[in-house]
């Protein structure tokens, strides 16, 4: 064999191994995805190739449903080819799946640091791309824990007890730029979790209160019947916590996604027909700490921020300019335990405040319901308690902040107070009548 036919066997050779011949899902070592072509998912519904968002001529490299209007993951969402037709993925050197440019520069990569040579890539009947060990066929990296702007079924959204790790969704910066954008969302709060959305990585924005096994009690638009088939599942053994959406019908796809806006976009499919697209509505209530501390948001009344009875505004000028930032302050020190005035021994006691959405900073307990009442009030940090079947026990010491009454949903949220001033307002109450 002299060395033309050497080349000539491995030229052979290597584009039969180029080849998408026998499954059109999966990338070995050696082969690889150029624009336009894509991998097909096993059932057909889902495609990983290169796509142009709308008004862009740039190109990414990201995972749809149907079509790329449906985009549910995207890869190099900071570093886009800029050149139409030269993306190419494939398994690098090193066991990473990569997205290259025409200069072979790599644009982005799993980055998985164990090397795991002869690894494959798969793109999975959920939607899901995952990286295989190629000895042993463990998945060492996959999309669905690293995803972009959106939500789709059998995605594990949490949060890890042990490490601090969570899965964060990422906003694009607008319609045609999927770069990071400006908002994202995390599932925090183990214990009791509930979904937090961030201004900016730091800045909390919103938050859907906690989570009761049904339904988040402080996002009443967000009806069971949209959480159907959600569930929270508490994984003990490696100390995950995460809301993952199960398919009740083989027929129903729905993707749920953070628009540039910070807002959630929820889509529903059924028989590949898109049946709903609908934009979940906030009003400034929604908005993290709208009314500060101890104050109470309520949308339909006006001024839209009140102080909780038993507190008065900290500053009166600002609260009466419509400046709610610096909240409100206690007007009668509670007593906490018993307090002898003369003969007569009072107590604090609560106030019931009806449809509420609680506060941030929740404290578990695992007391009963008719013991939540008596743990408040025998803790003389503690400055309020609700009580959720489905939670159980909710305590607040500190501020509280993000408090909101709603017209329908919510729970009762009782505020400590001094009897004192209980008596005050049943009076008030009676004569309300
Ligand atoms: C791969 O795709 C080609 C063309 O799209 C098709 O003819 C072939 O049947 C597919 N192979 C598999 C295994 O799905
Ligand atoms: C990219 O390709 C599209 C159509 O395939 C074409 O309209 C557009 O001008 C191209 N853009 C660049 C930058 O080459
Ligand atoms: C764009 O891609 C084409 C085809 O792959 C290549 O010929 C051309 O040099 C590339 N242009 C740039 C600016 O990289
Ligand atoms: C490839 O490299 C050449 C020369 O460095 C550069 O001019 C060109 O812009 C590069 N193309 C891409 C797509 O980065
Ligand atoms: C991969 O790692 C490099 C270097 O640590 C980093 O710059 C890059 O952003 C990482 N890429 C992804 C997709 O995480
Ligand atoms: C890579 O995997 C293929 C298929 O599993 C196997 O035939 C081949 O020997 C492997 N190569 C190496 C270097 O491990
Ligand atoms: C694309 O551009 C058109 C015309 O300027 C505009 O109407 C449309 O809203 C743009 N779409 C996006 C997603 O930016
Ligand atoms: C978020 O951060 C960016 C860059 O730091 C800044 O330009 C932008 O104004 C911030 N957005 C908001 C709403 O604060
Ligand atoms: C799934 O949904 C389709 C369309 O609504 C319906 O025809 C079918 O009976 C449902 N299947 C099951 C098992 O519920
Ligand atoms: C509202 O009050 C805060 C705290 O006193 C102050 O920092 C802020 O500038 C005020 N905002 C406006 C719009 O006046
Ligand atoms: C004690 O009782 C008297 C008479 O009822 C009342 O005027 C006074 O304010 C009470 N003091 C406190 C600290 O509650
Ligand atoms: C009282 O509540 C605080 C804050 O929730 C907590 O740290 C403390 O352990 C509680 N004290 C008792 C005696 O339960």
């Known amino acids: 064999m002299d060395f033309t036919s050497v080349t000539l066997a491995f030229i052979i050779v290597c584009c039969f191994r180029q080849g998408l011949s026998t499954a059109n899902d999966t990338i070995t070592s050696g082969q690889f995805i150029r624009d336009p072509h894509t991998l097909i ?4 519904v889902f495609k990983l190739g290169f796509f142009s968002p709308q008004n862009s001529s740039y190109r990414y490299l990201g995972i749809w449903y149907l079509s790329d209007s449906n985009i549910i993951w ?3 969402r900071n570093q886009p080819l800029t050149n139409n037709s030269s993306g190419q993925v494939q398994i690098s050197i090193d066991g990473n799946l990569v997205v290259l440019d025409s200069n072979k520069t790599v644009l982005w990569s799993s980055n998985v640091t164990r090397i795991a040579a002869n690894s494959t890539a798969k793109l999975l009947e959920t939607g899901n791309l995952v990286l295989l060990d190629g000895a042993t066929g463990q998945t060492i990296w996959e999309s669905f824990q690293h995803p ?16 601090g790790e969570k899965v964060r969704i990422t906003s694009w910066r607008s319609p045609s730029d999927p770069s990071v954008g400006y908002y994202s969302v995390t599932l925090e709060k183990p214990n009791t979790p509930e979904m937090f959305f961030w201004l900016n990585e730091t800045r909390p924005y919103h938050r859907s209160g ?41 027929s129903y796809f729905g993707i749920m996604s953070l628009n540039p806006q910070g807002q959630i976009v929820c889509s529903w499919w059924i028989n590949e027909k898109l049946v709903q697209r609908m934009v979940v ?8 700490g709208y009314c500060g501390a101890f104050g109470t948001c309520n949308f339909q009344s006006s001024p839209i921020c009140s102080c909780l009875s038993g507190y008065k505004p900290k500053i009166v000028e600002e609260w009466h300019r419509k400046n709610w930032t610096s909240g409100c302050v206690r007007s009668e020190p509670l007593y906490c335990g018993e307090h002898t005035n003369g ?6 006691a609560f106030l019931k405040l009806e449809n509420m959405k609680v506060p941030d900073f929740v404290h578990w307990s695992d007391s009963l319901e008719d013991e939540c009442s008596a743990e408040c009030l025998e803790n003389c940090s503690c400055v309020a308690y609700a009580y959720d079947s489905g939670i159980g026990c909710m305590v ?13 949903g919510g729970v009762d949220l009782y505020i400590r107070v001094p009897h004192s001033e209980l008596g005050t307002f049943l009076f008030v109450l009676l004569l309300s009548r």
Request: with cysteine.
């Open 74 to 76: 995207v890869g190099n």
């Open 148 to 163: 972009s702007h959106a939500l789709v079924p059998k995605m594990k959204f949490g949060t890890n007890k042990r490490t």
């Open 281 to 288: 509505q906030r009003t400034p209530c929604d908005l993290y």
């Open 210 to 250: 906690p989570w009761n096994n049904q339904i988040f009690i402080g996002s009443p638009e967000m009806s069971p019947g949209y959480l159907n088939g959600w569930n929270m599942i508490n994984d003990i053994e490696d100390g995950t916590v995460y809301l993952s959406y199960n398919l009740l019908n083989q």
């Open 396 to 408: 607040w010491s500190g501020d509280l902040i993000d408090i909101q009454k709603f017209s329908s």
């Open 41 to 44: 998912s096993a059932n057909s």
């Open 343 to 348: 003969s007569e021994v009072s107590k604090d």
